[in-house]
């Protein structure tokens, strides 16, 4: 890793979150207390930011410098509004696409998600901003870079973020292998929303309740899931499908 993905100690922590820095996630040694420690809570509430309370060898691993049990993870892009992407696809006269992931949490289907995602036109990527995945320099590379030219979108309440894009009228597709209607059933070539569900999850309970429709992907083997992002790849394609014969 090198020295530019993170920041270390408390008050350059503090000052670069106040300054704007993009800030994936902080780890925070489990013991961490003092004066400073109330005013680092008070901007890390302040400004959203993620953070895990981790033991001190953790912090150790990856720098052994005067971190004072505080580190901060930069995030390599900046990540989008809901509110901003929404109006903004609709004013470039588009029929808009998007992916939301709920839950995935392994970098390299992450990655992979996010090149087929570019290489398909997806208009943006939504992730919840906890127990998620996020962008980093292992997804970028992973994405071959995808990740650099996408909108990607991180949502403190995923499913917030569904019921909004409902309301701005996207139709809501989840992707699960419960379902009983065939993926190939469905009209894609209105505002669409894809939900893809954890590795080994699958979409929540009370997002899949928000989901328009359900729609699975025939499985005719003896295993009964595919993997995310190869589940992604079908989904994100059959829309392509759907919009190129509309504009044949």
Do not use: W
């Not at 000052?15 to 961490?32: N, S």
């Not at 930011?49 to 691993?61: C, D, H, M």
């Not at 839950?103 to 943006?124: H, K, M, Q, S, W």
């Not at 979409?203 to 005719?220: F, G, K, T, V």
């Amino acid at each position: 890793m090198n020295n530019t993905d993170y920041i270390f100690g408390i008050r350059a922590v503090i000052e670069a979150i106040k300054a704007g820095k993009d800030i994936d996630k902080v780890l925070i040694k489990k013991d961490f207390t003092g004066e400073l420690a109330v005013e680092l809570f008070q901007v890390l509430k302040e400004y959203s930011i993620v953070t895990q309370r981790v033991p001190l060898e953790k912090i150790n691993r990856i720098t052994r410098k005067n971190h004072q049990g505080v580190l901060a993870f930069l995030s390599p892009i900046t990540y989008s509004e809901l509110d901003n992407v929404i109006p903004e696809l609709f004013e470039q006269g588009k029929t808009p696409f998007i992916l939301v992931l709920d839950g995935l949490t392994d970098v390299r289907n992450f990655g992979a998600i996010a090149r087929t995602c570019e290489c398909a036109g997806v208009d943006a990527i939504v992730i919840p901003e906890k127990n998620s995945v996020s962008v980093n320099g292992d997804a970028i590379k992973t994405s071959a870079g995808a990740l650099l030219h996408i909108p990607v979108v991180r949502a403190k309440n995923l499913n917030k973020a569904i019921k909004q894009l409902k309301e701005s009228g996207y139709t809501v597709v989840g992707a699960t292998e419960k379902a009983t209607e065939n993926y190939t059933k469905f009209d894609y070539t209105v505002p669409t929303a894809i939900v893809m569900g954890a590795e080994d999850t699958g979409i929540s309970i009370e997002n899949i309740r928000e989901c328009d429709y359900l729609a699975a992907i025939p499985l005719l083997g003896k295993i009964n899931s595919l993997n995310v992002s190869v589940a992604a790849g079908v989904l994100i394609y059959e829309v392509v499908r759907q919009r190129l014969g509309k504009d044949l």
